[in-house]
């Protein structure tokens, strides 16, 4: 499957961004999919994820209450909504995806998207 996300950009810390992926082709009809970050000069790591059917989800301590993943299957879309972004959420977000994925930071996950920018000023 191929994934993109958008909706990365500028914001002051203590705002609130949406990031979108979309997901097209693949061959199976339902994707558990996971939202990572790698911020400038760190690898990348895992925030978020959200099972194939939607309805079981995970987030890291760090973003638990500020962030929230979900998914319109409709759509073949999932969301990632930040709030109350602080300046160490600075990162390149990355969407991934994997057939009937569970909501679980050990999942491996076998498509990726390409990344957006996230940027927070203090």
């Known amino acids: 499957v191929q994934l993109v996300e958008s909706g990365g950009g500028l914001v002051q810390a203590g705002g609130s961004l949406r990031l979108s992926c979309v997901a097209s082709?693949?061959?199976?009809?339902?994707?558990?999919f996971a939202w990572f970050r790698q911020p400038p000069g760190k690898e990348r790591d895992f925030i978020a994820a959200i099972n194939w059917s939607g309805d079981s989800t995970y987030y890291i301590d760090s973003v638990k209450g500020r962030f929230t993943i979900s998914g319109d299957s409709a759509k073949r879309t999932v969301y990632l909504q930040m709030n109350s972004l602080k300046p160490e959420d600075t990162a390149v977000y990355y969407c991934?995806?994997?057939?009937?994925?569970?909501?679980?930071?050990?999942?491996?996950?076998?498509?990726w998207g390409q990344g957006t920018q996230v940027t927070v000023s203090s």
């Open positions: 082709g693949g061959a199976s009809s339902f994707y558990g």
């Open positions: 991934a995806a994997v057939p009937y994925g569970s909501a679980s930071r050990f999942q491996r996950f076998d498509s």
